[in-house]
């Protein structure tokens, strides 16, 4: 079996949630592969609770965490100076400052959107050559970074389709990352930059036209070698001339995406694909964590089948 480890995402801000996300994956998981926690957060909670943070992951790991990973925060805030090119000072800082908790954690990957790193407004109508150009400025600071938290890997994430709007002012316009045109040259992106690929379902799911099982696996199968870590949930609706119908975190096999979800599990269940995947769903109630245990559930079931 090429999946390494299956997460739950958690803030790591209490330590009965991760408890009772611990008793989950032990329960549907068990020893049948190593599980873990993908730490997510906000800006706010990567700044002033990094202490909190840390200790929380000694937690997890002495509850029986085999495997940590994280995903950046998304946020205009603090990513960019008014020129697009450049992150300015505070910004770098804030990159070597998740790069500092991700080594102090001891994480296995550090996921990103490439989109942080952008204007939209800056960049909608640049040209292919000034695209180009500032795709080498992110690349570079995601490669330095990867260099300064060594044992890290850093990821890039795909995200939803076709380019409109601003992503980070209104949800309601999110975007697929301006630089790439499609999935493959964002595989591209990170062959250049030595970066690993977060494969998000749900992102795939938003673009209208392309959810079939066939075109799906034809398009992860094209960019397979770089995935690292999958983001695994199902979507309802999709984009549909700039108004957004589209849903995400569902139950895999409740939403649109169905029995495609069904096929990349089988794939990854007979590939060469090494990589984690995280059961990213929308839970209801935090403390009884239905939708995780459903997910969870749909997974092994179809890992096994």
């Given amino acids: 079996m090429a999946i390494a480890a299956i997460l739950l995402p958690d803030r790591l801000k209490s330590g009965e949630a991760l ?28 700044y002033s609770c990094a202490d909190e943070l840390i200790e929380n992951a000694k937690l997890a790991r002495e509850l029986g965490a085999q495997v940590i990973t994280m995903h950046a925060p998304v946020s205009e805030e603090h990513y960019f100076d008014n020129a697009a090119t450049n992150l300015c000072k505070p910004d770098r800082e804030f990159l070597l400052h998740l790069g500092w908790i991700a080594g102090e954690i001891g994480v296995s990957s550090l996921t990103f959107h490439a989109e942080c790193f952008m204007r939209h407004e800056d960049i909608q109508h640049l040209n292919r050559a000034d695209k180009d150009r500032l795709m080498v400025k992110v690349g570079e ?9 060594p044992g890290v890997r ?59 099982g066939a075109n799906l696996m034809k398009s992860f199968r094209s960019i397979s070698r770089f995935v690292t870590h999958i983001s695994l949930a199902d979507t309802v609706g999709e984009w549909l001339d700039r108004r957004m119908t589209f849903q995400k975190g569902i139950v895999p096999g409740q939403g649109k995406l169905g029995d495609n979800l069904v096929r990349l599990v089988h794939y990854l269940r ?28 749909w997974l092994m079931w179809h890992l096994n089948a």
């Fill in 141 to 149: 600071n995601l490669y330095d970074l990867a260099r300064l938290a």
């Fill in 19 to 46: 408890s009772l996300r611990r008793d989950l994956l032990q329960q549907i998981v068990g020893s049948k592969l190593p599980w873990g926690i993908e730490i997510t957060g906000s800006i706010k909670d990567f």
């Fill in 154 to 212: 850093i990821n890039v994430e795909n995200m939803p389709e076709p380019l409109m709007g601003n992503a980070i002012l209104s949800s309601a316009e999110m975007v697929y990352d301006p630089l790439f045109s499609n999935v493959n040259e964002l595989a591209h992106f990170c062959e250049v930059y030595k970066l690993g690929l977060t494969f998000n379902s749900c992102h795939w799911g938003a673009r209208s036209g392309v959810t079939t």
């Fill in 270 to 297: 007979r590939s060469a694909v090494n990589c984690t995947v995280t059961v990213e769903v929308e839970d209801r109630d935090s403390e009884k964590l239905e939708e995780s245990r459903l997910g969870l559930n």
